[in-house]
């Protein structure tokens, strides 16, 4: 079974801090590895595909790097609306399996 | 660009649905097309992705003989029809675009449908 697990499952921070989530694979997913966002009530939204390029219209200070089975999202500062769920997804072999999410919270 | 989930309601255990997706504002055959689900307060679980020219199909193993992907290209929507529901298929519904003909990664969502299976 493929299993994506991430960390940490809350993360509290303030506006202006970095943020770093992490993602981890139980087999490489070489780099087809997402990150999006989902705000209450709202559909997610995709911000990083491949691991690292970032979706249209997202801003630049979403970021993502990994390779394999060590994936990372990175926030450079907070933005009010960056407090979220944030879910990764990857693919192989006609399989799609998500995160179980972590929450970013305002501290 | 624009995806819009119908179908959705409150169900009773064993019976049957069929959701639909229209899309509109993009080549619609051109592309992938999945349904993810999300059960109240739960993550997200990706349920099945049929590609363009639907030669492609898979299904997440927990639902493979009760839920069917299916898309008609001439009138721009995508399909599920869910077989015997169950209390535990109670989720909302997304459909999403894929960014490639095959499957990859869900640049456009909808709304979402919410399904209630209740008796």
């Known amino acids: 079974e493929f299993v994506l697990t991430q960390s940490p499952a809350t993360l509290s921070l303030s506006p202006g801090e970095r943020a770093t989530l992490s993602c981890r694979a139980s087999?490489?997913?070489?780099?087809?590895l997402a990150w999006y966002q989902q705000k209450p009530g709202q559909a997610p939204r995709l911000l990083i595909y491949d691991a690292s390029n970032r979706a249209t219209g997202i801003p630049d200070r979403f970021s993502g790097s990994g390779s394999g089975t060590d994936f990372t999202l990175t926030i450079s500062s907070l933005e009010p609306e960056d407090f979220a769920v944030y879910y990764c997804?990857?693919?192989?072999?006609?399989?799609?399996?998500f995160g179980q999410g972590t929450r970013l919270e305002i501290k | 660009v624009q995806l819009v989930e119908s179908g959705g309601g409150v169900v009773q255990p064993g019976r049957s649905l069929r959701l639909s997706c229209t899309a509109s504002g993009f080549t619609f055959r051109s592309y992938g097309m999945h349904w993810v689900r999300q059960a109240p307060g739960k993550g997200l679980e990706w349920v099945p992705c049929i590609s363009s020219s639907s030669s492609y199909i898979n299904h997440v193993d927990s639902v493979k003989g009760r839920f069917t992907i299916s898309r008609d290209n001439s009138k721009d929507t995508l399909y599920l029809q869910i077989n015997n529901l169950r209390a535990e298929d109670t989720a909302v519904y997304y459909c999403a675009k894929d960014l490639t003909f095959r499957y990859s990664f869900m640049d456009v969502w909808g709304k979402g449908t919410t399904v209630t299976v209740s008796s």
């Open positions: 087999q490489t997913v070489s780099f087809y």
């Open positions: 997804q990857q693919r192989n072999n006609w399989l799609i399996t």
